[in-house]
């Protein structure tokens, strides 16, 4: 399912598309965000469905999200982490993100796999795909021992696609933004 671009393949795409290709997924492929993509990035933190299990569920406003981009986004991908621009390959168009975030559960670091569609999109797969291909990008490439995903307890849905991708429940956490349930999924190499 997960294809790591081959140097030959991702020249390629790269003349084509000005852009380095980090994962391709069968219809998804991930790229790092670029201040280019600010305005579907603020498009995301505008939209209420996709927003609404996110943190406080608030919508950010257009320079909340330019800073939270600036500041937060772009930063983390020298370590090869950070939230990538999702384009459904099938009509080349960007339609969430999905990524590895560095978070702080218990006061230990942890690395979260997240994950955020459009709402057009939802109900493909398509989030499934997302989170297999960066559960498979943190244990294989970056050789982390596990990874989480952070969800709230009132979205079956976020719960159903970490089922899918092989993460277990671990535990119920309380954040600042209220109660969170852990699931988990661990390196079967160590």
Known sequence: MLQYLMKKKARKINRKKGVKVMIE???LLFRPYTMDDLDFYASLWANQDVIRYIG???????????????????????????????????????IGHAGLIRQTIDGQEEVEIGYWLVPEYWGQGLAKEAAVG???????????NQLISII?????????????????????????VGDALIYRVTSTEN
């Open 25 to 27: 997924t069968d219809r």
């Open 56 to 94: 406080m569920g608030k919508p950010k406003s257009y320079e909340e999200a330019e800073e939270h981009m600036r500041n937060r986004i772009l930063p983390e991908y020298e370590q090869g982490l950070g939230l990538y621009a999702m384009v459904y390959q099938p009509d080349n168009r960007l």
């Open 134 to 144: 960066f559960r498979d990008y943190g244990l294989n490439d970056l050789k982390l």
């Open 152 to 176: 709230n307890p009132n979205h079956p849905a976020s719960i159903f696609v970490a089922k899918k991708a092989g993460l277990f429940y671990d535990k119920t956490v309380r954040l600042h």
